[in-house]
């Protein structure tokens, strides 16, 4: 089973890249829903979130207040790192968890979608790496047009992640995303055979 490690730039088309894999039938285990998941009302996860920054970030209903949380992350590196202390180990075991599923189930191909693939770590759980990039004056564009946010605001919020150009350097694949979405379906098929091939 060959296991990619899917990441990429916020606003670089990870997503898009994902979903390309999803139609072709791929297992994709995607880190931010097991995150969700793990934060779900009533779980430990949020018990311990709770406990570390307060009842502040937890809505009525019992659902953490993501919102909050990404502005308190943001703004302070000692509580982001502490909730990636938190958060990174219980998502490793999980995608563990369903790596070995997949593996028992036969699969051929698995991809790991997780936007922090070099950052948490999680890079050593897969065979090859690959890099959704695009230059950054397209990433800042696309990010201020999805989030309708201005351009200090967008760059933050890159500044925020590894640099595109080191997750490029480090990747064993590197899929062009600053075209349209033909160009990029017609590139994703040529890796995609690529990769088939290594399986």
């Known amino acids: 089973m060959l296991v990619i490690g899917l990441t ?3 606003s670089s088309g990870k997503s898009t890249v994902s979903q390309m894999f999803i139609n072709k039938g791929v297992t994709v285990l995607d880190a931010d829903r097991i995150v969700r998941d793990l934060q779900s009302p009533g779980s430990l996860l949020l018990q311990e979130i709770k406990v570390l920054f307060g009842q502040q970030l937890i809505l009525e209903d019992g659902s953490l207040n993501r919102q909050a949380l990404g502005a308190l992350i943001f703004n302070d590196e ?9 958060i990174h180990p219980k998502v490793k075991e999980e995608l563990i968890y369903q790596l070995d599923r997949a593996r028992q189930q036969e699969k051929k191909l698995v991809v790991l979608d997780v936007p922090l693939l070099y950052e948490s770590g ?36 890159i500044n925020s992640q590894l640099s595109l150009e080191i997750k490029k350097e480090k990747a064993d694949f590197v899929l062009d995303n600053t075209g349209d979405l033909v160009e990029l379906q017609k590139r994703f098929e040529v890796l995609y055979t690529q990769l088939m091939r290594m399986t």
């Open 8 to 10: 990429g730039g916020i």
């Open 78 to 86: 000692n509580a982001k790192q502490k909730l990636n202390d938190l």
């Open 122 to 157: 999680f890079d050593e759980l897969a065979d090859v790496c690959l890099v959704v990039y695009v230059d950054a004056i397209i990433q800042k564009t696309r990010l201020m047009k999805r989030d309708q946010i201005d351009e200090a605001y967008a760059l933050s919020k």
